[in-house]
């Protein structure tokens, strides 16, 4: 009888852990970031069909990084638990912080017990009835949870992007300022200038508190292509 | 709902349907209408009567009493029977009570469901066939004296003209030309529809031909409550059109409901209504 290689459990989540973040790194970043009448989401995808950011609920969106079928499938589940959750009790009850939970729960299981992670990097936001009540998770492959204010970056090289997005952050900007911030940073390198981004390489979406009930819209090119416009103008 | 506090159950992650009742058939199939075991026995409960639907120039109107009655009583003076079930499209309920306002909810986050999932909308001759299968599931509870008769109208995107289906308790789905009631008062609201509908109605004519046709109904049928000016209750009325569903106010109903008492008045050689 031969003896199983002993592994330390130590060596093991190392692993995955590196195996997962390669993964994610791989994948163009998301940028989110709050302004005066709500939380928008940044990412440069070509696809007008294959969504980074997607509509959750009424007030709760979803936005991810990685590996597209692992996170299109825990979107769909996100989906299910936030229309069971309302059908279940009520509208008022579906709340980011208990999705976040759910994922958070299903990221950390999968992690540890089954033998490949989830390559993903999940985004959970709620937008409430004023910029202090807004909610922003940030969620990773092992079901580690933050909560983030203001703004995060999600994906390859969130580091570097973060730090450009606080340079240029402020609470309280205007929709049209943190759209262009966002592509800005979206455009940065490492070394190199900044690329300029054309409105039909991005997806962009707004959770938009001043929205009735449904508040996630996506901002087609042709708006966007307006707000980066401006930015011209005044530049 | 058990294992929400946790990790995501299985079902919710299953692939392959984008369906909000395929996935409670798979995760707590307790929770369909149809699924639950029936009790024997009969059951007195609020029953919600008659809706009117109209075709016009670039939609249709869709309009309900608001009463619902439990034998000779009169169970509530205030229910909604109209709905929006999404943006383009509205439905309109007679039958008993709770179950035809259970089945549009589930109507509502089925199509809901389906468009955040897929990210597009459901074309109307998809939005029926779904109501059709949802009323079909039901057929235990029509066969015990709780049966649900739905209408459905919307504005067909693809077509640019307004629609109307109709649903039988075996699910049957039938377009229907025009305008068309369901209910106890229908059979007067057809009659009125009939004498008064035209092709080619702006909305405000529209709007009066569905109150006339309600009030008809009111009328003859003890089960159908007219506009209530004294308490200002009035029929719920909606239009769909390319804008998508609009809730006629209570404000313009009380001057159509005015309007077509006055002309009734006229009719009765009563002169002009106070």
């Known amino acids: 009888m031969t003896m199983p290689f002993y592994v330390s459990p130590e060596q093991l989540m190392k692993d995955r852990a590196d195996y997962a973040r390669k993964g994610i790194a791989r994948g163009r970043s998301v940028v989110v970031v709050a302004y005066d009448d709500g939380i928008a989401f940044a990412t440069e995808n070509p696809s007008r069909a294959l969504h980074k950011i997607s509509e959750i609920y009424d007030r709760i969106a979803f936005a991810a990084v990685g590996k597209y079928n692992e996170f299109e499938n825990l979107r769909v589940a996100g989906v299910r638990y936030a229309d069971l959750?309302?059908?279940?009790?009520?509208?008022?009850?579906?709340?980011?912080?208990?999705?976040?939970?759910?994922?958070?729960?299903?990221?950390?299981?999968?992690?540890?017990?089954?033998?490949?992670?989830?390559?993903?990097?999940?985004?959970v936001a709620e937008v409430g009835d004023s910029a202090e009540d807004d909610q922003v998770y940030r969620l990773s492959y092992d079901g580690s949870v933050a909560d983030e204010r203001g703004h995060v970056v999600l994906g390859g090289q969130a580091e570097l992007l973060a730090e450009r997005l606080e340079e240029g952050w402020r609470p309280?900007?205007?929709?049209?300022?943190?759209?262009?911030?966002?592509?800005?940073?979206?455009?940065?390198?490492?070394?190199?200038?900044v690329r300029r981004?054309?409105?039909?390489?991005?997806?962009?979406?707004?959770?938009?508190?001043?929205?009735?009930?449904?508040?996630?819209?996506?901002?087609?090119?042709?708006?966007l292509t307006d707000l980066l416009v401006t930015d011209a103008g005044e530049g | 709902m058990t294992h929400l506090h946790g990790a995501l159950p299985p079902a919710f992650r299953m692939t392959g349907t984008s369906s909000f009742l395929d996935f409670l058939a798979a995760h707590d199939p307790s929770l369909l209408p149809g699924a639950r075991p029936l009790p024997a026995g009969e059951v007195t409960a609020p029953h919600g009567t008659t809706i009117v639907a109209l075709a016009?120039?670039?939609?249709?109107?869709?309009?309900?009493?608001?009463?619902?009655?439990?034998?000779?009583?009169?169970?509530?003076?205030t229910i909604e029977k109209v709905f929006p079930a999404d943006e383009y499209s509205a439905v309109g309920i007679a039958g008993t009570a709770g179950l035809a306002l259970e089945l549009v909810r589930l109507f509502q986050l089925e199509l809901e469901h389906y468009e955040k999932i897929e990210g597009s909308l459901l074309?109307?001759?998809?939005?029926?066939?779904?109501?059709?299968?949802?009323?079909?599931g039901s057929l235990g509870l029509a066969m015990q004296g709780l049966a649900v008769v739905p209408l459905f109208g919307g504005y067909d995107l693809d077509a640019g003209v307004?629609?109307?289906?109709?649903?039988?308790?075996?699910?049957?789905?039938?377009?229907?030309r025009d305008h068309h009631a369901v209910g106890s008062g229908s059979v007067f609201a057809r009659g009125s529809l009939k004498k008064l509908w035209r092709p080619g109605m702006a909305v405000p004519d529209a709007v009066r031909t569905a109150v006339h046709a309600l009030v008809d109904a009111a009328d003859d049928d003890s089960a159908t409550g007219g506009p209530d000016t004294l308490r200002r209750i009035y029929?719920?009325?909606a239009t769909v059109?390319?804008?998508?569903?609009?809730?006629?106010?209570?404000?313009?109903?009380?001057?159509?409901?005015?309007?077509?008492?006055?002309?009734?008045?006229?009719?009765?050689?009563?002169?002009?209504?106070p």
């Open chain 2, 123 to 136: 074309s109307l001759e998809g939005k029926a066939n779904r109501l059709a299968t949802m009323v079909r």
């Open chain 2, 56 to 77: 016009f120039d670039g939609g249709v109107v869709m309009a309900g009493d608001r009463r619902a009655t439990a034998g000779s009583m009169i169970a509530s003076r």
């Open chain 2, 235 to 237: 029929p719920v009325v």
């Open chain 1, 172 to 193: 309280g900007m205007a929709l049209a300022e943190v759209v262009r911030l966002a592509v800005d940073v979206l455009g940065t390198q490492q070394d190199g200038p």
């Open chain 1, 85 to 123: 959750r309302g059908y279940s009790y009520d509208r008022s009850d579906v709340t980011a912080r208990g999705l976040a939970n759910a994922y958070a729960q299903t990221l950390g299981t999968v992690f540890t017990t089954e033998s490949k992670p989830l390559e993903v990097e999940l985004v």
């Open chain 2, 241 to 273: 059109t390319a804008a998508g569903y609009l809730r006629v106010p209570d404000e313009q109903l009380a001057e159509v409901c005015r309007e077509v008492d006055a002309a009734r008045g006229r009719a009765e050689g009563a002169g002009d209504a």
């Open chain 1, 197 to 223: 981004l054309e409105p039909t390489q991005l997806e962009v979406a707004v959770l938009d508190r001043t929205r009735p009930r449904r508040a996630f819209r996506r901002l087609p090119s042709a708006l």
């Open chain 2, 162 to 176: 307004g629609r109307i289906f109709s649903f039988d308790v075996t699910g049957g789905r039938y377009e229907e």
